[in-house]
């Protein structure tokens, strides 16, 4: 009985986790890749459930203008050429080890693939506390993401869940 009891406790403490996460506010996110770390603002999107289905990391979602930074113009090109051609042959051979392709399901059914980044870390600034993680990806949005510029990386809520669950 003492399984039983502890999974169903656990099932619901997760979900009152995912509950209490505040979906309405922006947090600051630094990200470090190739030992280089940039910040900007980002927003904890509900709809983002995106999880890559081998080693089940949750993937965030930045934009070009935010990713740019790490990447000279040919071969921010290159990756573009990449993704529209899902050829991994034209990822610039400096980004090889980095950079992998996430396939993902659309709300309209359509079976797709997201380029994603491999980061060193990720931190965002929650509330009070300061989440770090290694284990995410980050999945390259070839535009922007807001007209308003207000943020550059929509979070995946996974990640604020398992921080809950590491700190309790």
């Known amino acids: 009985g003492f399984p039983l009891v502890w999974l169903f406790t656990k099932?619901?403490?997760d979900k009152h986790a995912v509950e209490k996460i505040r979906y309405d506010q922006m947090y600051?996110?630094?990200?470090?890749?190739?030992?280089?770390?940039y910040s900007t603002t980002g927003y904890i999107d509900s709809g983002n459930q995106l999880m890559e289905p081998?080693?089940?990391k949750p993937v965030i979602i930045c934009d070009e203008q935010?990713?740019?930074?790490w990447f000279s113009k040919?071969?921010?090109?290159?990756?573009?050429?990449?993704?529209q051609s899902l050829d991994f042959e034209s990822v610039p051979a400096d980004w090889e080890k980095q950079i992998l392709f996430v396939p993902y399901q659309g709300v309209e059914g359509n079976c797709n693939f997201l380029?994603?980044?491999?980061?060193?870390?990720?931190?965002?600034?929650?509330?009070n506390r300061k989440i770090v993680?290694?284990?995410v990806l980050i999945g390259v949005q070839f535009s922007t993401l807001t007209k308003d510029h207000s943020y550059h990386c929509l979070l995946q809520p996974q990640i604020i869940k398992l921080a809950h669950a590491y700190s309790a």
């Open 115 to 127: 380029l994603a980044i491999r980061p060193d870390k990720l931190t965002v600034h929650y509330l």
């Open 28 to 37: 600051p996110v630094t990200i470090q890749i190739k030992n280089q770390s």
């Open 54 to 56: 081998l080693t089940k």
């Open 74 to 83: 040919v071969e921010w090109q290159q990756l573009e050429k990449a993704y």
């Open 133 to 135: 993680t290694t284990k």
């Open 11 to 13: 099932s619901r403490m």
């Open 66 to 69: 935010f990713l740019g930074q």
